[in-house]
């Protein structure tokens, strides 16, 4: 069974970091690419970033290009989030997702590449 857990989430002030973790098991973590997605209240869920199976190719929304990075440890099976110069408009609930596909060496921003979703976890940025 497929089980994608995130964690790391917490309120911060504007400029300020978080860092989201996000366990998968229940699959062979090491051959998929995994993704970050957000969705503000009242939004769309939207594309934040995105890391191959191997680590050697990631994509970012243009809103976070610079600020936060991606990252995997295959053997922990674990995808994370930095996440630095926190923003207000970054506040939302932010899901850890895999791609369909295994073996993808390239990274897609569009949900319906994505099959798996975690629960979610809350960031909230002050101003």
């Known amino acids: 069974q497929v089980q994608l857990a995130e964690s790391g989430g917490g309120s911060v002030q504007a400029g300020g970091s978080l860092r989201l973790s996000c366990a998968a098991s229940g699959f062979p973590f090491t051959i998929y690419v995994m993704g970050w997605f957000r969705q503000a209240p009242g939004k769309e869920r939207e594309f934040v970033a995105g890391?191959?199976?191997?680590?050697?190719?990631?994509l970012y929304a243009e809103s976070v290009k610079g600020r936060f990075t991606i990252s995997r440890d295959n053997a922990k099976n674990t995808v994370y989030l930095q996440m630095n110069s926190l923003k207000p408009e970054d506040t939302a609930v932010y899901y850890c997702?895999?791609?369909?596909?295994?073996?993808?060496?390239?990274?897609?921003?569009?949900?319906?590449?994505?099959?798996?979703w975690g629960q979610g976890t809350q960031v909230t940025v002050s101003s």
């Open positions: 890391i191959a199976w191997n680590g050697g190719n990631t």
């Open positions: 997702a895999r791609d369909f596909q295994p073996y993808r060496l390239d990274v897609y921003d569009a949900r319906e590449h994505y099959d798996y």
